[in-house]
């Protein structure tokens, strides 16, 4: 009897999905340590400060027997709390609604890639980056236009006139990471105002991974996006408790932004995947 043959196929997007770089390194890491050998990681952002004590504290009151879903945009109690700490970081007046809790920054990320981007799309970024932001670009189908850095320059932002050069009919946004991540990079003001001109004038987004702010020395002044005049509409910023609280595997970030109009929208992937964990929000908003 004669047997079809079958090959299992998958999709073009996960083939050209790239391996986390952060994560392949694991494995050597893991057989270190096996062996007795101190590894010190510097893989990964992950604090080696403790975690503050309040929230373990806290965590011991937050319900074990019955943890119902929670609202797909976050807790209230959580968003007004975080109401008060972005005026208190950035000098930001925002309300509950500008804000929407996720599942870690990586999420937030995810989430503004869909909302601003058909595939093709262009978002700029200057380079070295985030590693794992090439990944959300795969998922989404988004072209990242990479724009390099100096080492001699102190990495900082390019020349608007580079930006200028690159910005297509496709551009749809330019992903910062401010304080930088890898670089430790901290942004002017001015370059940042700079960019923000650059937005308006070519009607793109902003998306600011501000996940670091915590983790700028004595001497340097930091800036948000948030503070932008004339940019209110056009700005995203992802954010994450992992590195203010040495939280990483709490999984809890948030997506920020004054354009409403943008943020309903997001909410309907948040309410494809239903909540954000419920129990970290309350121990967070403790």
Same mark, same amino acid.
Request: charged fraction near 20%; include cysteine; glycine fraction near 6%.
């Given at each position: %009897?004669? +047997?079809?043959?079958?090959?299992?196929?998958?999709?073009?997007?996960?083939?050209?999905?790239?391996?986390?770089? #952060?994560?392949?390194? %694991?494995?050597?890491?893991?057989?270190?340590?096996?062996?007795? #050998?101190?590894?010190? +990681?510097?893989?990964?952002?992950?604090?080696? !400060?403790?975690?503050?004590?309040?929230?373990?504290?806290?965590?011991?009151?937050?319900?074990?027997?019955?943890?119902?879903?929670?609202?797909?945009?976050?807790? %209230?109690?959580?968003?007004?709390?975080?109401?008060?700490?972005?005026?208190?970081?950035?000098?930001?007046? $925002?309300?509950?609604?500008?804000?929407?809790?996720?599942?870690?920054?990586?999420?937030?990320?995810?989430?503004?890639?869909?909302?601003?981007?058909?595939? =093709?799309?262009?978002?700029?970024?200057?380079?070295?980056?985030?590693?794992?932001?090439? =990944?959300?670009?795969?998922?989404? =189908?988004?072209? $990242?236009?990479?724009?390099?850095?100096?080492?001699?320059?102190?990495?900082?932002?390019?020349?608007?006139?580079?930006?200028?050069?690159?910005?297509?009919?496709?551009?749809?946004? *330019?992903?910062?990471?401010?304080?930088?991540?890898?670089?430790? #990079?901290?942004?002017?003001?001015?370059?940042? $105002?700079?960019?923000?001109?650059?937005?308006?004038? +070519?009607?793109?987004?902003? !998306?600011?991974?501000? *996940?670091?702010?915590?983790?700028?020395?004595?001497?340097?002044?930091?800036?948000?996006?948030?503070?932008?005049? =004339?940019?209110?509409?056009?700005? #995203?910023? *992802?954010?994450?408790?992992?590195?203010?609280?040495?939280?990483?595997?709490?999984?809890?970030?948030?997506?920020?932004?004054?354009?409403?109009?943008?943020?309903?929208?997001?909410?309907?992937?948040?309410?494809?995947?239903?909540?954000?964990?419920?129990?970290?929000? +309350?121990? $967070?908003?403790?």
């Amino acid at each position: %009897m004669w +047997h079809k043959e079958f090959f299992m196929k998958f999709s073009e997007r996960i083939l050209s999905m790239p391996a986390s770089p #952060i994560r392949r390194l %694991m494995p050597y890491a893991d057989s270190a340590k096996e062996r007795g #050998i101190e590894v010190y +990681h510097a893989n990964i952002g992950q604090p080696d !400060i403790k975690a503050p004590d309040c929230l373990a504290t806290a965590m011991q009151q937050c319900a074990t027997d019955y943890v119902p879903y929670g609202p797909s945009a976050g807790l %209230m109690s959580y968003r007004k709390a975080l109401v008060k700490y972005y005026q208190s970081a950035t000098g930001a007046e $925002l309300k509950p609604e500008n804000i929407l809790v996720t599942t870690a920054g990586s999420e937030a990320l995810l989430f503004s890639f869909m909302a601003l981007c058909n595939p =093709g799309d262009e978002i700029i970024v200057p380079e070295p980056f985030y590693a794992n932001v090439a =990944g959300f670009a795969c998922e989404t =189908g988004v072209k $990242l236009v990479a724009l390099p850095t100096k080492f001699e320059e102190g990495f900082a932002l390019p020349d608007p006139s580079v930006f200028a050069s690159v910005i297509s009919d496709r551009t749809r946004a *330019v992903y910062i990471c401010n304080p930088g991540n890898p670089t430790g #990079i901290v942004y002017t003001r001015e370059s940042l $105002l700079a960019l923000a001109e650059l937005a308006k004038q +070519h009607d793109f987004f902003l !998306i600011g991974d501000e *996940v670091y702010r915590e983790f700028v020395y004595p001497g340097t002044t930091w800036c948000s996006l948030l503070s932008l005049p =004339g940019v209110e509409d056009r700005v #995203i910023v *992802v954010d994450s408790v992992s590195k203010r609280y040495s939280l990483c595997g709490a999984r809890i970030g948030c997506l920020v932004s004054r354009n409403t109009e943008l943020l309903a929208l997001i909410l309907k992937l948040g309410q494809a995947r239903l909540c954000p964990p419920t129990n970290e929000q +309350h121990m $967070l908003t403790y």
